[in-house]
């Protein structure tokens, strides 16, 4: 009688391993698509500061970003980009590509205290970034041409 017990809980505990076992593959493969989505196909982010007024809030916007076209090379002139910080490798900042390798782009050095103007050429393999606040924006004009390869993502669709 105590073995025919002992053989019924092993068949009951059996299913249910199998059952938690099916449960946590599901839930892995659930996890692997959400990690490719995350880093392959889009995400959101969030982008807060001045440098992108009045395009962007001030106290912060929720961005989502996709992240094929710089991989797929369709960023062109326009475009509001995820772009890794050259200075801040840890940070992400959003701005507006002004001008693509080959472009000439020309910019006010200091607008807060001139007109002064400069004209440059984007070198190979780089893109020429600003913000849309270009009294408060830390760019190009000050970072200089950024390389392509830093480029995260591009901006389609800002929530409100």
Known sequence: MRIGKVLEYARHWKSTAKEVVGHSVLFAQFLSLLHLTDAYIFSPTLAHGPSMLPTLNLTGDVLLVEKLSPLLGKVAPGDVVLVRSPVNPRR??????????G???TFLVDPG???RSQSLVV???HVWIQGDNVYASR???SLGSIPYGLVLGKVFYRLH
């Open 123 to 125: 070198p190979k393999g």
């Open 92 to 101: 992400a900042i959003v701005k507006r590509v002004v001008g693509m390798e």
């Open 113 to 115: 205290r001139s007109d």
């Open 103 to 105: 472009d000439t782009v």
């Open 139 to 141: 760019d190009s004009r």
